[in-house]
């Protein structure tokens, strides 16, 4: 199983981003996807999260109204548009995958089980 995020870089507070995730060797429909994201010296934490169908998805309230997810079943792809973004986003954000179709997106990092090598994305104020 392989996820590969890209999409990261710099961009000024109040600017978008664009994080895109591919997966492979996974029955890509089947999963729930999540993002998360780490800043330097703080936990993981999850921004987004969506169930296997698109159908439902989850965001915590500090990014709500901002950050969407997405994702293409038949690209095997899960999307990340945030808008607005302020200088406390900046963080390496990792995409992971979570077996089982759960009609909830699943929220914790221990429900994940394939994790993606991260994209930095840095917010200048």
């Known amino acids: 199983v392989q996820l590969q995020a890209f999409g990261g870089g710099l961009v000024q507070a109040g600017g978008s981003l664009r994080l895109s995730c591919a997966a492979s060797?996974?029955?890509?429909?089947?999963?729930?996807m999540g993002w998360f994201r780490q800043a330097p010296g703080k936990e993981r934490e999850i921004v987004a999260a969506i169930n296997w169908s698109g159908g439902n998805t989850y965001y915590p309230t500090f990014v709500k109204g901002r950050f969407t997810i997405s994702r293409d079943n038949a690209k095997n792809t899960v999307y990340l548009q945030m808008n607005s973004l302020k200088s406390e986003d900046t963080a390496v954000y990792y995409c992971a995958a979570a077996l089982g179709l759960y009609l909830a997106p699943l929220r914790a990092y221990s429900d994940y089980r394939y994790w993606g090598q991260g994209t930095l994305v840095t917010v200048s104020s």
């Open positions: 060797g996974l029955s890509f429909s089947s999963v729930g």
